[in-house]
């Protein structure tokens, strides 16, 4: 994702919550602190498929902006 990221394209991770410090550290350490990291409740293990579209539902409209915003 990082090196994505450093070529110009627009990405992003999305994680759940107890990944969110270690996501933001990986970002750094691999030079893109500006990575965008969405966060969605954890855990998704275990989920029903209901319950994971309800989940990737959320976050669509982050990543949507984070896309906008790059192009702009």
């Known amino acids: 994702m990082a090196e994505l ?6 990405t992003a991770v999305v994680c759940s919550d107890p990944f969110l410090a270690l996501g933001k550290n990986q970002a750094r350490v691999f030079g893109v602190p500006d990575l965008p990291l969405v966060v ?3 855990p998704l293990g275990g989920l029903a498929l209901e319950a994971v579209k309800e989940r990737a539902a959320v976050a669509t409209p982050r990543l949507i902006e984070l896309v906008k915003e ?3």
Do not use: F
Request: charged share 40%.
């Open 5 to 10: 990221r450093k070529r110009g394209l627009v």
């Open 40 to 42: 969605i409740p954890h």
């Open 70 to 72: 790059r192009r702009a």
